[in-house]
Structure formats: C-alpha cells, structure tokens
C-alpha cells in the first residue's frame, strides 16, 4: 500500500496534465495521529497533498453526488478502495450519478486499521502513529508501541471479500488476493443464536448511548435523500429526541433505507463518535441479501438490486 | 427482509403481518384486521417500540 500512493499521485498528475479531470477526490492527511480527511484536488500543484494509508476509513463515494458534479459534463477523478468503487456502481445503478463523468482511482486495499482498537492499547493519548508497510509505531507521552495491522483491522475489513475494486479506470497498484471467507457473517450468526428478549436488550444496550448526531447517516454514500426521514416536519416519522424509542426507530429504519444497498464500507461506525456499532443493524441485511437473492451490493453495473425488480422467483412465504 | 431485520432485533414475528391485498378487495382487508387484531390483543401488551408518554 506504500507504493500505491505514488501510483496515485502520478496517475493524478498525468490526468491533470491532459485536462481529462476537473478534480481529483482523495484523502489528504488529517490534524491529529490516525486520521485523514476528504480533499478535493483541483490542480497539479495540489497532488502532493494526498495520502493513502490505513487511516483512510471514510467513503469518499459520498462526496460524488448528483448536485457536486460538474454541471458541463466534465469528469472528476475518484480514489476508490474497493467499498468506495462498489458504493460508486450503486450510485450508477440508481442512476444518480454517469459512468462517463466519473474517473475510477482503483486502490487494491488490504484493509483499513480501527483507531479505536489502537486507542484502547493506550492510557493517554496517541501523539504520533507512523505507518511503515503493515506495522504502525504509535507513540504517546507514556509509551510507544509497534502493532501490527493485522491485529487492529477493522471489523469490517477482517470480513471484507472485496478488497480490490470491481468496477475502475485504471488500478493505482497490483490486485491483492481476496479473502474466501467460510462463515462470513459470524457476528449475525452469533446474535441470531440468543433468545429474543436477549436480541433486543443487545440492540437497547448498543444504542443506548446514541446522541442522535447523524453522523453515521451523513458519512453514508448511500444517504443522498435531500431530506432525510428524520428531518421531516410534516409528517414528523420519528421524534427528535434521545427517547430510546425514537433511537431504536431512527437505527432500525436508517439501516432498512440501505437493504440491498449496503456496502459494509464501516464508514457509519469510524464516524460515529460514540463508538456505536451501527453494522450491527446493516449487517443482517446484507446477510439476507446474500441468502435470500445471491445479492451483493455495487458488484455489477448492469444488475438491477434485488428491491427494485420483481420477478417470480422472489420469496414470498411472508406474505400470508 | 424487513420482517426479519424485525425479528433479528427481537420483535416477536407474531406481531408482524404482511399481506398481498386489493383496493378492491375490501373484505380481506377488513379479515386481515380482524385476524392480526386477535392475535396481537392475545399476545398482550408489548413495550418495544412503544413510546412511554408518561415519563
């Protein structure tokens, strides 16, 4: 992954230099250890500012919208780990975004590292986490550590079956091997195997700390809605506050909206500031998506997703 | 998939129907009701979304 991001910025530089792109959506390094931010390079002499590393967790699918495409048809350039290009495909697919204006960045992506696994090694705070290959050095007033990525993957990447992206331009780097996985959903499996009673106090106990900031929404690609349900007024769908109810509502519809969408990128939960597991909820249905249509989210640009079409096949043993 | 996501964060699966029904078939819907309404009222009360207005 250290050498992918030269390939980027040559490849960057080399699409700025032939005018084919308006801007090049990154990441650019961020203001504290362990983090990047979004940036939007718009010139060759900006290109030194990307960075890809392990820390380059959100989906920058979210920054290519119908409304921030160059209205005069130009292109914009795309750096896409293999989440980011699938949840671009979805964007194609609900035809809210063309294939010919987006430029695909593909990045080979060996999975990105959870800050806050790294974090709970430590009794202060990180100063300074360096990446050299698959190690981190992390460093704080009291200790420094060396960690392997392997140990502190996030738990999305540890099941991610498609790390290299299925749809690109040009690839910033060598395919990497992808994972064939025998139990891919051991985590839904695991909450399926409790009574239900156990079920809903497991999903109460996991949100019970949610201060309803909407940052998992607003880190999702897939939530493009120019008002989202919980903003409505007229009708008003759920309530505003932190009534366990209302939070419960807003996870379990927020989560439907992305059935046969999802992508299980994890930028809801590396958004999330509460630490939330909010995958908790998507997962079963990217799960039932799997079992019940052979569905994968962003896989295949000419497949319409399992809840846009009919057809005859579909299971119907719940309509009664 | 709705249903099971339902079921999947501990809603009892007896309290869920969904039907296929007609405008025109007015009957089955008032059936249907009928059926659901039964059901539910002997599985009791519940306190899953059920917003508690007293507190």
Not at chain 1, 91 to 105: A, G
Not at chain 1, 123 to 128: F, G, L, R, S
Request: aromatic share 8%; net charge negative.
């Amino acid at each position: 992954m250290d050498t992918c991001i030269e390939k980027i910025k040559a490849i960057c530089t080399d699409l700025f230099s032939k005018g084919e792109v308006e801007k090049v959506i990154g990441f650019a390094g961020g203001s504290i250890p362990m983090a990047t931010r979004p940036i939007a390079v718009t010139s060759e002499a900006d290109v030194e500012k990307l960075v890809f590393n392990a820390f380059c967790g959100l989906n920058l699918a979210n920054y290519v919208t119908k409304n921030n495409l160059p209205k005069d048809g130009a292109k914009i350039a795309v750096v896409a780990k293999g989440c980011d290009a699938r949840n671009l495909v979805t964007h194609m697919v609900e035809n809210q975004v063309p294939r010919d204006q987006v430029y695909i960045i593909g990045v080979p992506c060996t999975g990105m590292a959870d800050k806050r696994r790294i974090a709970q090694r430590f009794e202060d705070e990180i100063t300074q986490c360096t990446q050299d290959g698959d190690t981190f050095t992390v460093t704080s007033a009291l200790q420094q550590e060396v960690i392997a990525k392997k140990d502190v993957l996030r738990h999305n990447c540890q099941y991610c079956t498609h790390r290299n992206p299925p749809v690109y331009d040009v690839m910033a780097g060598e395919p990497v091997e992808e994972q064939i996985l025998d139990q891919p959903f051991p985590d839904v499996d695991h909450i399926a195997s409790m009574d239900p009673e156990t079920r809903w106090d497991h999903f109460a106990e996991l949100t019970k700390n949610c201060i309803r900031c909407y940052a998992c929404r607003n880190a999702c690609p897939l939530c493009y809605c120019p008002t989202c349900f919980v903003d409505e007024s007229s009708p008003q769908w759920v309530g505003k506050g932190q009534d366990e109810t209302d939070i419960t509502t807003f996870h379990f519809l927020r989560a439907f909206h992305c059935a046969g969408r999802c992508t299980d990128c994890g930028a809801c939960v590396e958004a999330c500031p509460m630490g939330i597991n909010v995958r908790d909820f998507t997962r079963k249905l990217n799960k039932d998506a799997l079992d019940l249509f052979g569905w994968e989210a962003g896989m295949d640009l000419d497949r319409r997703p399992p809840l846009d079409v009919y057809s005859p096949d579909d299971p119907d043993d719940f309509i009664k | 998939m709705m249903g099971n996501l339902l079921e999947h964060m501990g809603v009892d699966r007896n309290r869920l129907h969904f039907s296929w029904i007609s405008s025109a078939e007015a009957t089955k819907f008032v059936d249907v009701v009928k059926e659901i309404s039964d059901k539910v009222r002997a599985l009791g009360t519940t306190k899953k979304f059920a917003k508690d207005y007293t507190k």
